[in-house]
């Protein structure tokens, strides 16, 4: 895994946002942002991703087509992932997929797809957080 960085000073949020979907779409593994500082005090963003080695130079590309940087940060990044398991849970409203985490076969993190259940909110008209719960419920009759 490779881990690359860019520090922006005059990038807009729209810019940073179709950025984030050009890296994701070109296979970043993952993209966040946070506020810095920058010399002379400017609030700035470092914008950083996490790809493949293989990847390296299309991101690069992106970065520089896409933002405002004169330079690109970039280091090999030892990453431990935990299994994954998917998982479908059945609600009153419909299936849902959760991603879980297992360690030494036992199941230690879950989470409900958000965009599932984003739809399932809008489509019955009821809250985001009533979705949720129902799909922990149910996650909790299956133990």
Known sequence: MIKM???LDDIS???????????FNAGANDVFYT???MKKNRPGV???LLCREEAIEEMKEILLRETT???IR???LTVHRMERVFTK???KWGPVTVKQGVRNGEVFQSSPEYEECRKIAETHDIPLKRVYEEVWSQLKKGD
């Open 5 to 7: 960085e860019v520090n």
């Open 13 to 23: 949020g729209e810019w940073l946002g179709y950025v984030m979907d050009m890296l």
């Open 46 to 48: 470092l914008l950083q």
């Open 89 to 91: 849970v059945d609600t």
């Open 69 to 71: 940087t004169l330079g």
């Open 74 to 76: 970039y280091y090999p």
């Open 35 to 37: 506020p810095i500082y």
